[in-house]
């Protein structure tokens, strides 16, 4: 079992504005939950108890986030990347495995799969892959083994796309310099090399990154994962809504009509809405 788990949250979500203008990516909500809250509660599923969450954009706004759990933040002023900000939680991070999640996609995989595989391996890094829906920058092979990343160590083509989620052991993090700016793609790369590093196929289930207002309104269609109309909306006599997800405490003023949109927590509408996300 893994019992601790990071959440990559200090991305800049810069082809999701002017969302991200008000929040954090991983913040924005997916029905009625911020995505790192459906992040966060995917790794509570298979044993996680302890999270570190790092920070960039609009770090205020995490506050409150994770109550009555266990969640340490770590602010960087100055945006790491993927590389930098796993290497800055090492001192937090307890012996054993890591489940590492991104905090800006939606997935609604099987992460015990991952979990087992990576356990059952004694890979450094076992990284959760897809057969489709993004661009394949992952070269796998037989016995699930990562041949390539990128196509920058043997050359060969992607045959898998990369979720964003995996499993690392803490010695991994040995192969991450200190103190600098930089992914993580280039220790992957390192134990391609060598090969060490493992994958698990998983298809089943939802996997979403919500990149830009057009595929974050799409997976509101797409996706049923709560009530459309959360049960502290106000919605006045006359409204009409269609095909749209309204938030806590929103309210819909009389004659508004909104149809396949997006209505934040809290937003005030009298207008007519379509196909857009109300903040």
């Known amino acids: 079992m893994i019992t601790q788990a990071f959440i990559l949250g200090a991305g800049l979500g810069t082809r999701l504005r002017p969302l991200t203008d008000a929040l954090p990516k991983p913040l924005v909500p997916l029905f009625h939950k911020p995505l790192a809250e459906w992040a966060l509660e995917a790794c509570e599923a298979v044993g996680c108890k302890r999270f570190a969450i790092n920070t960039h954009h609009l770090p205020e706004k995490w506050q409150g986030f994770g109550l009555n759990r266990d969640v340490k933040f770590f602010h960087e002023p100055i945006l790491l990347e993927t590389g930098g900000g796993l290497k800055n939680i090492e001192?937090?991070?307890?012996?054993?495995?890591?489940?590492?999640?991104?905090?800006?996609?939606?997935?609604?995989?099987?992460?015990?799969?991952?979990?087992?595989?990576?356990?059952?391996?004694?890979?450094?890094?076992?990284?959760?892959?897809?057969?489709?829906?993004?661009?394949?920058?992952?070269?796998?092979?037989?016995?699930?083994?990562?041949?390539?990343?990128?196509?920058?160590?043997?050359?060969?083509?992607?045959?898998?796309?990369?979720?964003?989620?995996?499993?690392?052991?803490?010695?991994?993090?040995?192969?991450?310099?200190?103190?600098?700016?930089?992914?993580?793609?280039?220790?992957?790369?390192?134990?391609?090399?060598?090969?060490?590093?493992?994958?698990?196929?998983?298809?089943?289930?939802?996997?979403?990154?919500?990149?830009?207002?057009?595929?974050?309104?799409?997976?509101?269609?797409?996706?049923?994962?709560?009530?459309?109309?959360?049960?502290?909306?106000?919605?006045?006599?006359?409204a009409l809504i269609e095909n749209s997800v309204i938030g806590k405490g929103a309210r819909i003023k009389s004659r508004a009509r909104i149809i396949n949109s997006v209505v934040w927590p809290g937003a005030d509408v009298s207008r007519d809405v379509r196909d857009e996300v109300v903040m």
Request: proline share 3%; net charge negative; hydrophobic share 40%.
């Open 91 to 238: 001192n937090w991070i307890e012996d054993g495995n890591l489940l590492i999640h991104n905090g800006d996609i939606f997935a609604s995989v099987d992460l015990q799969k991952l979990v087992d595989a990576h356990e059952a391996s004694g890979d450094e890094v076992t990284l959760a892959l897809r057969s489709g829906g993004g661009e394949r920058r992952i070269a796998c092979g037989e016995n699930h083994r990562v041949e390539d990343v990128r196509s920058e160590v043997r050359g060969l083509p992607g045959t898998h796309v990369f979720t964003g989620i995996y499993c690392v052991k803490k010695e991994f993090l040995k192969r991450i310099p200190a103190g600098e700016i930089l992914a993580v793609i280039p220790a992957f790369q390192e134990l391609v090399r060598e090969g060490r590093i493992g994958a698990v196929v998983l298809d089943e289930g939802d996997w979403m990154d919500l990149g830009n207002v057009e595929s974050y309104l799409a997976a509101h269609r797409q996706l049923g994962l709560q009530a459309p109309i959360h049960p502290e909306a106000v919605i006045e006599n006359g």
